[in-house]
């Protein structure tokens, strides 16, 4: 009887360590298919650009094919939403903006939360934004804007690339700290809205610098100051406005996020996989020439940069009263 339940016990051992190896196998596989980044902006802007540039890294480091699909619309929430409702096993990745973070207080109803559905994974680049006037406005300095708009009220129309964008809120909060008047015109994207800045039919513009680089390099526009906390090295020559309104930053970053859910294993591999492509000299000169910084960070720390950005564009949403279209 005792032999009959020994063989019994080491039988069952058995077959538990059988039916686990499958499970065992496929968490050391990981990826054992293709990923696929959602970029929830069109192609050819700043997150489709990153999307493929990082895809591209980790197809090499993982050793499968990464799939970008682009899913704009509805300002960023269409593809957020896809993220937050795939399936949690590692293999749909968000490519994550300032507007997730902006949108969590803009839009009223949505089908997902942004700080609970979607789990930080990595950080990618900062990018400063540069608030910039066109030929028309008689102003080289921040302060020499602030004057010129205190003594022409309403006057002074502020161009931006669609409402909740990054350029919009660098604008609001930009207004709010220095309590000047400014009419917000929402274009549809950068591009539109410097044509109508350099034309002069709007004045002033917190563009992202890989917008406007080439048009403040070809002397089109007149840079008056970064909006980050230091000056960016593409443009080491121009300050920062808070060298004149104080505790003054904004600036549009990119991370990766993935379904909350997603294993912590799965997390901490795609964060070294990612923060091992930030140090790479390719990547990094890239992300020079596109006016950007590395952002590294654990998940942890971008969960609380998250957060934190979360919280301050909510009380620049609350107090200027913006709402979505």
């Known amino acids: 009887m005792r032999l009959r339940r020994r063989q019994f016990l080491c039988l069952a051992a058995t077959a538990?360590?059988?039916?686990?190896?499958?499970?065992?196998?496929?968490?050391q596989a990981y990826p054992a298919r293709p990923l696929h980044i959602i970029s929830p902006a069109p192609a050819g802007g700043a997150t489709d650009i990153l999307a493929r540039l990082m895809g591209e890294w980790l197809a090499e480091r993982l050793g499968q094919g990464?799939?970008?699909?682009?899913?704009?619309?509805?300002?960023?929430?269409?593809?957020?939403?896809?993220?937050?409702?795939?399936?949690?096993?590692?293999?749909?990745?968000?490519?994550?903006a300032p507007t997730a973070a902006i949108n969590a207080t803009l839009y009223e109803k949505l089908s997902f939360d942004f700080l609970r559905d979607i789990a930080p994974v990595a950080g990618i680049m900062r990018v400063p934004q540069v608030m910039e006037v066109g030929p028309s406005v008689p102003a080289n300095t921040v302060p020499e804007f602030i004057a010129y708009a205190r003594a022409n009220p309403g006057t002074i129309n502020m161009a931006s690339a669609g409402i909740g964008t990054s350029p919009h809120m660098a604008g609001e909060l930009f207004k709010l700290m220095t309590g000047i008047e400014m009419t917000h015109v929402p274009y549809r994207g950068s591009a539109p809205a410097l044509t109508d800045l350099i034309g002069g039919r709007v004045q002033v513009m917190f563009d992202a610098l890989l917008s406007s680089?080439?048009?403040?390099?070809?002397?089109?526009?007149?840079?008056?100051?970064?909006?980050?906390?230091?000056?960016?090295?593409?443009?080491p020559e121009?300050?920062?406005?808070?060298?004149?309104?104080?505790?003054?930053?904004?600036?549009?970053?990119?991370?990766?996020?993935a379904p909350k859910a997603t294993p912590g294993d799965i997390?901490?591999?795609?964060?070294?996989?990612?923060?091992?492509?930030?140090?790479?000299?390719?990547?990094?000169?890239?992300?020079?020439?596109?006016?950007?910084?590395?952002?590294?960070?654990?998940?942890a720390e971008l969960g609380a940069f998250i957060a934190a950005e979360t919280e301050k564009w909510a009380k620049v949403v609350h107090t200027a009263h913006l709402k979505a279209e």
């Open 16 to 27: 538990a360590a059988v039916a686990a190896a499958p499970l065992a196998v496929h968490a």
């Open 66 to 96: 990464v799939i970008v699909d682009n899913r704009p619309g509805a300002g960023t929430n269409i593809g957020t939403e896809a993220v937050a409702h795939a399936a949690a096993d590692g293999y749909t990745l968000l490519v994550v």
């Open 213 to 235: 680089i080439a048009q403040i390099r070809a002397g089109k526009l007149h840079a008056l100051a970064v909006t980050t906390a230091q000056r960016a090295p593409a443009l």
């Open 238 to 257: 121009i300050p920062t406005v808070a060298d004149s309104v104080p505790g003054y930053e904004a600036s549009a970053w990119y991370a990766l996020g």
């Open 267 to 299: 997390v901490a591999r795609l964060n070294r996989e990612i923060n091992a492509g930030l140090a790479d000299v390719r990547i990094r000169q890239r992300f020079a020439e596109l006016g950007g910084t590395p952002m590294v960070m654990t998940p």
